[in-house]
């Protein structure tokens, strides 16, 4: 889906039941660069063939805007065509945690023949773990080829969020710091963390955005954005008035 002249949202990868998860790409005149890799090598593959096909002349980075394997699974595949992928400096995600993934992923697979068979394997089909070798440790600015981009700290989900912003299309990619529709996954957090949301939340609406793409959810435009922001807002002070993440 085109979104602006230079920004792209690829809609409903794979991801775990009831989750979809979005990518998308920025493509400026000499470089295209990709926001999260999505859960596997096929679903990269499939984000590779949009982000190549837009511009193809321009070299290739992907970002990973947070840890969880759902927005790094693909990074093997770029991590093979020797596309740099950049991503928080304390990301480290290692092959056995990977594996708690895939036996999750399997417990959704309600036939006992295809779970006996074991075809969440072909779920993760030529995947493996692959952290990002750029590390980002502070704010930093990117010129795509006569289009700066903005990566932007926003922890709250996870203290490795990253975002990122095109102050001249005004289109922001911010995982699952803005997740529409979904209740926000505050599982992996403390108190601490949800205040941390809020002030990235802060930060997004100070930037005023005018198209958002979630990790998760339909893309938000104008004051769908808000209310959005609103909605997760009262969320995570309901958590931090009870301690009670709404999923508990």
Known sequence: MKLSSSCYA???????????????FIAGKETTLI????????????IFGYASTAKPDNVLLAINTEPHFDHIGGNCFFSEKNIDILGHKDINRQENEFEGVKEFYAQ??????RKEAREENIVFLNTYVVNPN?????????????????ILH???????????????EKVLYCGDTIVS???????????????????????????????????????????QIGQEILRIKTVLNNALKTGQMPTA
């Open 10 to 24: 690829i809609y409903g990868l794979t991801c775990f039941p009831p989750w979809m998860a979005n990518t998308g």
């Open 35 to 46: 926001v999260d890799t999505g859960l596997n090598w096929l679903c990269a593959q499939t």
């Open 108 to 113: 959704f697979i309600a036939d006992p023949a």
């Open 134 to 150: 750029k590390k980002i440790e502070a704010d930093t600015m990117m010129d795509l080829g006569n289009l700066e981009v903005s």
């Open 154 to 168: 926003t922890p709250g989900h996870t203290s490795k969020n990253l975002s990122v912003f095109i102050p001249k």
């Open 181 to 223: 529709d979904y209740i926000p996954n505050l599982e992996d957090g403390q108190k601490a963390d949800w205040q941390d949301w809020l002030v990235s939340l802060d930060i997004i609406e100070k930037l005023e955005p005018e198209i958002v793409v979630p990790g998760h959810g339909r893309v938000l435009t104008y004051d």
